[in-house]
């Protein structure tokens, strides 16, 4: 399994942007699809954002295309989330993944998360 640990979580006003990093540990990493899901206070967990081991294929929650560009330097074990114009509805706490199953937006396809970042937008 891969270790993941994100960070550059924070609190940001409306319109504003935010970039996600997941530090990742463990051999496989390489070969693991990366994603990120998010949370909300009350809400069940939903995709954001998913990247394929050679960062060729991406993947994107409909409502969220045009504001998050996911990306992942494999050199540093690295996947980040780029996140501009943030709107206060995106306050959540943001998880990175790490897997290879067949669905690619489903976080059943995902063995390893982090322990989340908090991401707050004002308003």
């Known amino acids: 399994q891969v270790q993941l640990k994100e960070s550059g979580g924070g609190l940001v006003q409306a319109g504003g942007s935010l970039r996600l990093s997941c530090a990742a540990s463990g051999s496989s990493f390489i070969v693991d699809r990366m994603a990120w899901f998010r949370q909300a206070p009350g809400k069940e967990r939903e995709f954001v954002a998913a990247i394929s081991y050679g960062g060729i294929n991406t993947f994107y929650a409909d409502s969220l295309k045009g504001r998050i560009t996911i990306s992942r330097d494999n050199a540093k074990n690295t996947v980040f989330l780029q996140m501009d114009s943030l709107k206060p509805e995106d306050t959540a706490v943001y998880y990175c993944?790490?897997?290879?199953?067949?669905?690619?937006?489903?976080?059943?396809?995902?063995?390893?998360w982090g322990q989340g970042t908090q991401v707050t937008v004002s308003a």
């Open positions: 993944a790490a897997g290879r199953g067949l669905l690619p937006l489903v976080a059943g396809s995902y063995a390893s």
